[in-house]
């Protein structure tokens, strides 16, 4: 069993296994240390509630139990790495505030059948006293460590544009787009590999120009080889094996793959036609002007809202806007352009700014309103349904390989951790270094 998937189980949240390490933790009449991290300590209880765990999950999931010995060693290495991360919690002052943390402990209260933290608290303090508390602290620790990974690993992911266009073209990325592919599928099988090799040249010469797999099976077919073909028609590229998908999608159309040996036979395929998926990511976008009017040391928030409601009555009785914020406005980006923010997509401005574009209608001056910035008075002079489909998709890609580094930045961070920690164990047997 890989100590992978020990980290697995200490990922996980059940209730049982948390409930009773809660428990347990109030009901140790003697203990010892048996391992020294940092300037904390790990003591007999933890690593015997760590097994508890464990074995709790493994049980669970209808896997076996490993020898005690080995178990043992496994568990104290995560409690190790587990230790040395709340260290570094408690270096760089990680705290959950209140609000996520009732949150954390309500969904663990849900799925026990209670409905407030209250409730939770009185079932679980009527079972032993203080189980609450070392539940509550237990999910506290939960939620700051999973607060420095983020801090500590975030930075360490690179995602260069290249990477984008490769995982777009790729399989995998060609599949997450909908790519459909409509494909010729032949398969060559015998028991002669020479004379099975030697008919499936023919199969994929015959495709060259040929589209009717049917003819090609009974023209090809021999006593001691078999030729199956058939038209698969449009599928998703999902739905087809990755060890097939991958010769087809750098193909275009018209092209053949080469031979693809798999257990089963030779397969050729030859690629007839491609689409993506017709869904197109359109997103309302704004042609916007404005004019902000921003406080200083100088400028006052009532001499600026007065300044603001001046050039908005300037407006109404026909000032030009354009030049009243080439003017006037302390946005210096848009002033020279009259105030003009070009288009403007919703999510980019604050919200303040964001609810009036979209509510206000096209070609009307706003009443002044304020935001973090200053005070705003804007116009928008247009709108369009912009396709953004690519930017959907490169956003797409970029969190799909951002989720795949950060679980391998995860495990190089905590070995890193691991490694760069001071560790002492007590217990000699613990020790796969002095096995």
């Excluded at 995998?172 to 030697?198: D, F, P, W, Y």
């Excluded at 997103?283 to 916007?288: A, G, H, L, S």
């Amino acid at each position: 069993m890989k100590i992978k998937h020990f980290q697995h189980i200490f990922r996980a949240t059940v209730l049982a296994a948390l409930i009773s390490s809660s428990m347990q933790s109030f009901a140790q009449p003697t203990d010892e240390v048996v391992a020294i991290v940092d300037s904390s300590v790990i003591l007999r209880s933890d690593l015997v509630q760590g097994i508890a765990e464990t074995e709790h999950q493994l049980k669970a999931q209808n896997k076996p139990v490993p020898p005690q010995q080995y178990l043992q060693m496994q568990v104290l290495d995560q409690l190790i790495v587990r230790q040395a991360q709340l260290e570094q919690v408690k270096r760089y002052g990680i705290k959950p505030d209140e609000n996520s943390l009732n949150a954390a402990v309500l969904r663990v209260a849900n799925q026990s059948g209670a409905t407030t933290l209250s409730a939770f608290q009185q079932k679980l303090d009527a079972m032993a006293p203080g189980t609450y508390e070392g539940l509550r602290n237990r999910i506290a620790e939960d939620l700051a460590i999973g607060r420095l990974r983020q801090q500590q690993v975030m930075s360490r992911i690179k995602i260069s544009d290249n990477d984008v266009e490769n995982f777009l073209n790729s399989p995998e990325g060609q599949a997450a787009l909908g790519t459909q592919v409509h494909v010729i599928h032949m398969r060559i099988a015998g028991e002669n590999t020479t004379e099975v090799r030697k008919v499936a040249q023919e199969v994929r010469k015959s495709l060259a120009t040929s589209d009717d797999p049917k003819a090609i099976s009974t023209q090809l077919s021999t006593s001691t080889v078999k030729v199956d073909g058939a038209d698969m028609g449009f599928r998703s590229l999902s739905d087809i094996p990755t060890e097939l998908s991958a010769r087809i999608t750098p193909l275009k159309a018209g092209q053949t793959t080469e031979l693809v040996n798999v257990r089963d036979g030779i397969h050729v395929l030859k690629l007839l036609d491609r689409k993506q998926n017709d869904q197109k990511a359109l997103v309302p976008q704004y042609q916007t002007r404005h004019i902000l009017i921003q406080t200083s040391e100088v400028v006052s928030l009532d001499r600026a809202k007065q300044m603001i409601d001046s050039l908005y009555n300037r407006i109404k009785a026909g000032d030009d806007f354009a030049t009243l914020a080439a003017t006037y406005s302390n946005d210096p980006g848009s002033a020279r352009d009259g105030g003009s923010l070009g288009w403007v997509s919703p999510g980019v401005m604050v919200p303040e700014f964001d609810k009036v574009m979209k509510d206000i209608p096209v070609g009307e001056v706003s009443e002044p309103f304020q935001s973090q910035f200053g005070w705003h008075i804007l116009e928008v002079m247009d709108t369009r349904q912009q396709d953004m489909t690519k930017e959907a998709q490169e956003r797409m890609a970029r969190q799909i390989l951002g989720e795949r580094q950060f679980e391998m930045e995860v495990d190089s961070w905590t070995r890193e951790l691991r490694a760069n920690a001071y560790v002492e164990i007590k217990d000699v047997s613990l020790d796969a270094k002095a096995q």
